[in-house]
């Protein structure tokens, strides 16, 4: 209850705050610095001050800057009893153009308030790179594209339909640092693509021999070939990868002799593991985008397709191989058909036998290795009077001299010898094609072997739910969950139950106090002695009988005591202790130590009994 | 005073109760090696296919009170060899009681019933005593022993964790209620378990099942060599025996063999 009207209290305390200063915002954009050099990062920051609650507004889109939300910053100030309170939301800022900006003005609309601030000027120059020699004499502005950028190139543009084409994208670095590059991807309507190969990385110069720009190249390769005539763009393609932008570079005075070392030094003091030391460094993502290229497509010349053809495009050659030559009738021969070359082997099929007679034939088997299909094809003779393997034929699109080929290889000449009588003609299903039921498979069923080693020997029915040994050790858990429960409910009850805790403990508190009078019996200090003994024999009374332990007097013997059934005896024995307590702590009469032996004998007794009674 | 006297009897108890425990344990799990000749000598005789010779070496080792399954299993083998599939078929079941987990004997076990005669097919048991049954299937009498066992010592721990830890409170209803249907599961199936180690029987003879106890009694059904019954009750030499399809009848028990 009170914790919620605290809070309450707290939230119209803020609401106030917020309230008071609500008038007197002020908005302000600053940035850190107001010159930078291309490929250094600015911070841009948005101040409101007397605001703490404005969120983030979102990120300003400004012309050749690529903007980033950093996170916000608040501050509270009391002076002189005077509290003041601001917010800054934080950007930063990449430059992608070098030359004079004028950033903003900005204007934030919050809670129907518009919040405007004045322009601010940056200057992005070329920085440390004007020192190099090569762009001395280098008038163009400088871009960030000019520094990375993706190319897209394919070997030619005018296709024919499924005709299998280079293609290749190239990313070009020049001293930027980049991490983290993924495969490109581009759009490539009416076509289908191959998975890309490892890429390959080498450095190319880009313009004139002297003017050269030393160019870092990641080449991607793979191959295209088109699924639909027409007329298509390729592209654009596109890959992402993460920019990495020193954030302070430290300034450094070159010498000439340094600058005659140029990139040596330069690499090394720029080297990746004095960066992570001594500067931190930003990581910008950035998605490099190429240009299109439009494509043509038109499909395979009508005149001159044989009749053979098959879809094939490329440049290939044709094998064909046949084993055994000299067989029985029903025995299988393999025809192996190889198809070498380069081209688009997903439109190559399986040559076809020109006449299948006298033979039965078998679906073919493809498999794809680098620049080589081979097929391989089981026929087997039905007759003995087949004398050859007939011709077979392979056509093909060949696009670099745009006519069709034929490749025929055959007839191969094969001996099929008769079956002798008993055999019997049985056809032999292919290897390895026929699936065998594995019930076939066990020729003869037999019960697996003997065991070795008699493995563990034991008494025969000795089981352990038999054994007593077993069977007894039950019972411990059982009788330690038991005490532990009783003790735990007795610990639980001594917690609570007071009158209990003092009853159980009146026994333990009296022995203390009987020894302790006994010590003083034996230093023969009636005084204090009978101080012990009156207080004992208060405290146990009291505890027994659950009253406070200073209200303990001779009285309750009457009052208490006879009531419950005590013996007349301890009652008297009772009222005269009291009384000698009396007498030795405030009438300054001497006891003797046998006087004393007396008392202690009595309060003994009086214990006994109340604990035997269990008052 | 006499608390203390208490606690210190009741730790002097535990201890003597622990070692008891553990002593039988060693005791039960003592591996005996006499009369281990008459094991290799019976591997022999069964490699020169001497069969007859194997199993009364092999029996030798049984008289003297000694079994394991590797035991049962060759025996299982020689009398499977020697073309006496009941008594093959009964050694099996023997010891897939002490390795149920064999593979070999699991396969030797479903190829010797595959070749009795009569095809019978099983009338299934209670729902609950199959899932059990299945559920325990590959634990051999002492390790579900073992396992209650454990689930009683786990369910103890638990309440008293739930009393003296107050962060396992809130988990000790849980826990009690995992470990008591496991432990309820458990011993019903160590229960149904002992009631087919002494009730089931193998039938090592072609045997009629007749209506009566008595030879002149009128022949119910047909008990194939290798087949599993269940005793009922038994008189004057005749045995009353459920076969797996549900039918009763009473057999001579010189026909069948309790594993």
């Given at each position: 209850m009170?914790?919620?009207k605290i809070?309450?209290?707290?939230c119209?305390l803020?609401?106030?705050v917020?309230?008071?200063?609500?008038?007197d915002?002020k908005?302000?954009?600053t940035?850190?610095k107001d010159k930078?050099?291309l490929g250094?990062?600015?911070?841009?920051?948005?101040s409101?001050?007397?605001?703490?609650?404005i969120?983030?507004?979102?990120a300003?889109?400004?012309?050749?800057f690529?903007?980033?939300?950093?996170?916000?910053s608040?501050?509270?100030?009391?002076?002189?009893?005077?509290?003041?309170?601001s917010?800054?939301?934080?950007?930063?800022?990449l430059?992608f153009?070098?030359?004079?900006?004028?950033?903003?003005?900005?204007s934030?609309?919050?809670?129907?308030?518009?919040?405007?601030?004045?322009?601010?000027q940056l200057?992005v120059v070329?920085g440390?790179?004007?020192e190099l020699?090569?762009s001395l004499?280098r008038?163009?502005e400088?871009e960030?594209?000019d520094?990375?950028?993706?190319?897209l190139?394919v070997?030619k543009?005018?296709?024919?339909?499924n005709?299998?084409?280079?293609?290749?994208v190239?990313?070009?670095?020049q001293?930027l640092t980049?991490r983290?590059?993924?495969y490109?991807?581009?759009?490539?309507e009416g076509f289908?693509?191959?998975e890309?190969?490892?890429p390959?990385?080498y450095?190319q110069?880009?313009g004139?021999?002297?003017g050269?720009v030393?160019y870092?190249?990641?080449?991607?390769k793979t191959?295209i070939?088109?699924i639909?005539?027409g007329k298509?763009?390729l592209g654009?393609?596109?890959?992402?990868?993460?920019?990495?932008?020193?954030?302070e570079r430290?300034k450094?005075q070159r010498?000439r002799?340094q600058?005659?070392f140029g990139g040596?030094f330069d690499?090394?003091?720029?080297g990746?593991?004095?960066e992570?030391f001594f500067?931190?460094?930003?990581?910008y993502p950035l998605t490099?985008e190429s240009?299109q290229?439009p494509?043509?497509v038109?499909?395979?010349?009508?005149e001159g397709?044989?009749?053979e053809?098959?879809?094939a495009?490329?440049?290939?050659?044709?094998?064909?191989?046949a084993?055994?030559q000299?067989?029985?009738v029903?025995?299988?021969?393999?025809?192996?058909m190889?198809i070498?070359?380069?081209?688009?082997f997903n439109?190559?099929?399986s040559?076809q036998l020109s006449?299948?007679?006298?033979f039965?034939?078998?679906?073919?088997q493809?498999t794809?290795?680098d620049?080589?299909k081979?097929f391989?094809?089981?026929?087997i003779?039905?007759?003995e009077n087949v004398?050859k393997?007939?011709?077979?034929?392979?056509?093909?699109f060949n696009?670099k001299?745009?006519n069709?080929e034929t490749?025929?290889?055959?007839?191969?000449?094969?001996?099929?010898?008769?079956?002798?009588?008993e055999?019997?003609f049985?056809?032999?299903?292919m290897?390895?094609?026929?699936l065998?039921?594995l019930?076939?498979e066990?020729?003869?069923?037999?019960?697996a072997?003997?065991?070795?080693?008699?493995g563990k020997?034991?008494r025969?029915?000795a089981?352990l739910?038999?054994?007593?040994g077993f069977l007894?050790?039950?019972?411990i858990?059982?009788l330690t969950l038991v005490v532990?429960?009783?003790t735990?409910?007795?610990r639980?009850?001594l917690?609570t139950?007071?009158?209990?805790a003092r009853?159980?403990h009146?026994?333990k508190?009296?022995?203390k106090?009987f020894?302790?009078a006994?010590?003083?019996?034996?230093s023969n200090?009636?005084?204090?002695?009978?101080?012990?003994?009156f207080?004992t024999?208060?405290?146990?009374?009291?505890?027994?009988?659950?009253?406070?332990?200073?209200g303990?007097?001779?009285s309750?013997v009457?009052?208490?005591?006879?009531?419950k059934?005590?013996?007349?005896?301890i009652l008297?024995?009772?009222?005269?202790i009291?009384?000698?307590?009396?007498m030795?702590?405030?009438?300054?009469?001497?006891?003797?130590?046998?006087?004393?032996?007396?008392s202690l004998?009595k309060?003994?007794?009086i214990i006994?009994?109340?604990e035997?009674?269990k008052? | 005073m006499?608390?203390k006297t208490?606690?210190?009897?009741?730790?002097?108890v535990?201890?003597?109760a622990?070692s008891l425990?553990?002593q039988?344990l060693?005791?039960?799990?003592e591996?005996?090696?006499?009369g281990?000749e008459n094991?290799?000598?019976?591997n022999?005789?069964?490699e020169?296919?001497q069969?007859t010779?194997?199993?009364?070496?092999?029996?030798?080792?049984?008289?003297?009170?000694?079994?394991s399954?590797?035991l049962?299993?060759n025996?299982?083998?020689s009398y499977f060899k020697?073309?006496?599939?009941?008594?093959?078929?009964?050694?099996y079941?023997?010891?897939?009681r002490?390795?149920?987990?064999d593979?070999?004997?699991?396969s030797?076990?479903?190829?010797a019933?595959?070749?009795?005669k009569a095809k019978?097919t099983?009338q299934?048991?209670l729902?609950f005593?199959?899932?059990?049954?299945?559920l325990?299937?590959k634990?051999?009498m002492?390790?579900?022993t073992?396992?209650?066992f454990?689930?009683?010592?786990?369910?103890?721990?638990s309440i008293?964790?739930?009393l003296?830890?107050k962060?396992?409170?809130?988990y000790?209803?849980?826990?009690?209620?995992?470990?008591?249907?496991?432990?309820?599961?458990g011993v019903?199936a160590l229960?149904?378990?002992?009631?087919?180690?002494?009730?089931d029987?193998?039938i090592?003879?072609?045997a009629?099942a007749?209506?009566?106890?008595?030879?002149r009694?009128t022949?119910?059904?047909v008990?194939?060599?290798?087949?599993?019954?269940?005793?009922?009750?038994?008189?004057?030499?005749w045995?009353?025996?459920?076969?797996?399809?549900?039918?009763?009848?009473?057999?001579?028990?010189?026909f069948?063999?309790?594993i």
């Open positions: 009170n914790k919620l809070n309450y209290l707290v119209i803020l609401l106030g917020s309230l008071c200063y609500a008038d915002v908005f302000e954009v940035t850190d930078v050099s250094q990062s600015v911070k841009l920051n948005f409101f001050y007397g605001l703490q609650n969120p983030a507004p979102q300003p889109q400004i012309e050749n690529q903007t980033r939300y950093l996170g916000p608040t501050r509270v100030s009391i002076i002189n009893g005077k509290v003041s309170s917010i800054t939301h934080t950007y930063t800022l430059p153009k070098t030359g004079a900006f004028t950033i903003g003005p900005f934030v609309n919050y809670k129907g308030d518009v919040y405007a601030s004045k322009p601010i200057e070329e440390p790179l004007e020699p090569w004499d008038e163009q400088a960030l594209k520094r990375i950028f993706l190319v190139e070997e543009t005018n296709v024919y339909l005709e299998l084409v280079p293609l290749t190239k990313l070009y670095v001293n980049v983290d590059i993924q490109p991807q581009f759009k490539r289908s693509m191959e890309f190969q490892e390959r990385q450095q110069v880009i004139r021999v002297l050269g030393l870092d190249v990641i080449e991607f191959n070939f088109a639909k005539t298509f763009m654009e393609a596109q890959l992402s990868c993460n920019l990495i932008v020193k954030k430290r450094r010498s002799a600058d005659f040596f690499d090394f003091f720029s990746d593991a004095f992570d500067a931190g460094y930003e990581t490099l240009a290229i494509m043509t038109v499909d395979l010349p009508r397709k044989p009749a053809f098959d879809g495009i490329g440049d290939f050659k044709f094998e064909l191989e084993g055994p000299e067989l029985k029903g025995d299988p021969i393999t025809l192996r190889i070498e070359g380069e081209g688009n439109t190559v099929r040559p006449s299948q007679e006298g039965k034939v078998y679906d073919p493809a794809l290795k620049n080589k081979i391989e094809q089981v026929l003779p039905t007759t004398k393997i007939p011709k077979i034929t392979f056509s093909f696009p001299k745009e069709y490749i025929a290889k055959g007839a191969i000449a094969i001996k099929v010898a008769k079956l002798e009588k055999e019997g049985r056809m032999v299903g290897p390895g094609v026929e065998t039921p019930k076939e066990i020729l003869g069923r037999d019960i072997y003997i065991k070795e080693s008699a020997l034991k025969k029915g089981y739910y038999k054994n007593k007894l050790f039950q019972a858990p059982l532990l429960l009783v735990h409910k007795k639980e009850r917690k139950d007071i009158p209990y009853w159980l009146a026994p508190k009296a022995r106090g020894n302790k006994k010590a003083l019996l034996e200090n009636a005084h204090a002695f009978y101080e012990v003994v207080k024999l208060q405290e146990y009374l009291g505890d027994k009988l659950h009253l406070p332990t200073g303990i007097t001779a309750i009457d009052d208490i005591l006879e009531p059934g005590i013996a007349q005896e008297k024995i009772l009222k005269e009291f009384s000698e307590c009396d030795a702590r405030y009438a300054p009469s001497e006891f003797s130590q046998i006087q004393m032996l007396g004998e309060l003994e007794e006994n009994y109340l035997e009674q008052l | 006499k608390r208490f606690s210190k009897i009741f730790i002097l535990l201890i003597f622990a425990f553990f039988s060693i005791c039960f799990c591996n005996t090696n006499s281990i094991f290799y000598r019976a022999f005789l069964y020169q296919t069969y010779e194997a199993i009364k070496q092999y029996e030798a080792l049984i008289e003297k009170g000694l079994v399954a590797n049962y299993y025996l299982g083998n020697k073309g006496d599939l009941g008594k093959a078929i009964l050694y079941e023997r010891a897939k002490l390795a149920p987990r593979i070999d004997l699991e030797n076990y479903a190829y019933r595959s070749l009795i019978i099983e299934r048991p729902w005593v199959h899932i059990t049954g299945k325990f299937a634990l051999t002492d390790e579900l073992l396992f209650i454990f689930l009683y010592i786990a369910i103890v721990s008293i964790l739930g003296y830890l962060f396992m409170k809130p000790t209803r849980f826990l009690l209620i995992i470990f008591g249907i496991m432990l309820i599961l019903f229960g149904a378990r002992i009631c087919c180690h002494y009730a029987a193998i090592v003879k072609e009629e007749k209506f009566e106890p008595f030879e009694g022949t119910h059904f008990l194939s060599e290798g087949m599993k019954v269940s005793i009922r009750s038994s008189k004057d030499g045995a009353k025996v459920k076969r797996i399809d549900g039918k009763i009848g009473w057999v001579n028990q010189s069948l063999e309790r």
